[in-house]
């Protein structure tokens, strides 16, 4: 190969990767501000308790340790499922109950999905995370950092498939916003809209209104776009009510 196309190539990979790295870096940047600002290390600490949709909801974490617990009274009796560092459990009565393997992941998944959103940004710095800055967008005449979340096979979990896309405040350095494509229980693609900031002992906490496309084939990069131009519908509220902080 001619010496000055080789140099060439070599000096396209280089700038590539730079600025590969350059985004990777920034991504880290604000989302670890993010972070910050909603209460940063106070989370990895802490007890949370909250009710949501007619069920009791409580996280404990310590420092990588944590036990995230869902409670309801149905026909049954009370049911109570624990996902902890050690797996999935689920209790009736007080008792241990198994379900088949089929509705413990099922189970395992939703308790999981509501503490996940119910802290974030909390969360975006685990190992199997990865994050790339996208854009700067105006949102509501606001300007946001545009940045993708994806993550790794190897401890991502069962919705590591998953893509979400997160809308920072460029001034509060707030998660305003985000998006997010998932492939469970037949899939699809939502937009969110924090509502109703609040600070519990020092963390930030925030409803959504939820909203999906009219479009089933709309492209998840895409959706700040039609939220200005009010191309969403409204699909539901995620409320979190009576929360508390230890």
Sequence with gaps: ????????????????????????????????????????????????????????????????????????????????????????????????????DTMAVKYARSVNSVHYFSVLPFGLNDDAVNKTYLDSVMIKGKKYHKIKVDFNENGGGEDHEDVFIYYINSETHKVDYFSYIYFVDGGGIRFREAYNERYVNGLRFVDYKNYKSKNKNVDLYTLDSLFQLNELKLLSKVDLENITVK
């Design 1 to 100: 190969m001619n010496p000055k196309i080789t140099f060439l190539f070599l000096s396209v990979i280089f700038i590539s990767g730079c600025i590969n790295n350059s985004e990777i870096g920034l991504a880290d940047t604000i989302i670890n501000k993010s972070i910050e600002v909603s209460g940063g290390d106070k989370f990895k600490n802490s007890i949370i308790d909250f009710d949501f949709r007619d069920r009791h909801y409580k996280a404990i974490r310590d420092n990588g340790l944590f036990q995230y617990e869902r409670e309801f009274q149905d026909s049954l009796g009370v049911i109570k499922d624990v996902l902890s560092n050690s797996g999935y459990e689920r209790f009736l009565n007080n008792e241990p109950f198994a379900p088949n």
